[in-house]
Structure formats: structure tokens, C-alpha cells
């Protein structure tokens, strides 16, 4: 069975910085594009980040350009979001996806459950 788990998520203050993990089973996603989304309270899930199946291309939502970067390791079947110069409006849940097409149309085939990110001020 396939699977997506989140980690690293928890408390920040504004300003600092957090790496969230992307594990994935059950199946090799090396040859997936893989990314993150999130969705904080009472909005609409959104796009954050999505990388190459082979890690050359990246696309970042205009909100973390410059702050935000991710990354991945095939050979431990794992992506990475390292998240910096947080401010409280990137408190979210955030998710990691994978699919086929994701990396141009943004559509997952596979989620993960959610980390939660909270960023005070």
C-alpha cells in the first residue's frame, strides 16, 4: 500500500525556520514529481512547492519564493521542505503529494495525512 508520511512540523516563532520530511512506502516514487501543499484555517487547500522526479526543476507559489525550498532523495524515497523566514501566515497544515503530472498540473495521485505548521508572532 502506498503511502505518505509527514514530519517535522510544530511551533516557530516568526522569523525562524523548520524542515518538513515527505517519507514514502510502499512503492518507489523516484520517478514521481513530488511536492507540498498546505491549507490553513477556514481556506482552500493551496499549492506550495513541487520538484522533478529527478530533482533538476523546482516551481515555488509566489507566497515562499525566496524563503522556501525543497528537495528530495531518491534513495531514501523521501522529499524535503525547508521552510525559512516563517511568518504567522504560513500556519497551515501542509501535505505532501506525488503524480504523475503534478509537476505541471499540480494534481496529486497520492497524499499524505498533514503536518501542522504554527507560526507565532
Known amino acids: 500500500q502506498e503511502q505518505l508520511v509527514e514530519s517535522g512540523g510544530g511551533l516557530v516563532q516568526a522569523g525562524g525556520s523548520l524542515r518538513l520530511s515527505c517519507a514514502a512506502s510502499g512503492r518507489t516514487f523516484s520517478n514521481y514529481p513530488m511536492g507540498w501543499f498546505r491549507q490553513a484555517p477556514g481556506k482552500e487547500r493551496e499549492f506550495v512547492a513541487v520538484?522533478?522526479?529527478?530533482?533538476?526543476?523546482?516551481r515555488y507559489a509566489d507566497s515562499v519564493k525566496g524563503r522556501f525550498t525543497i528537495s528530495r532523495d531518491n534513495a531514501k524515497n523521501t522529499v524535503y521542505l525547508q521552510m525559512n523566514s516563517l511568518k504567522p501566515e504560513d500556519t497551515a497544515v501542509y501535505y505532501c503529494?506525488?503524480?504523475?503530472?503534478?509537476?505541471?498540473?499540480?494534481?496529486?495521485?497520492?497524499w499524505g495525512k498533514g503536518t501542522l505548521v504554527t507560526v507565532s508572532s
Open positions: 520538484i522533478s522526479w529527478a530533482g533538476g526543476s523546482t
Open positions: 503529494a506525488a503524480g504523475a503530472g503534478l509537476f505541471v498540473t499540480l494534481v496529486g495521485d497520492y
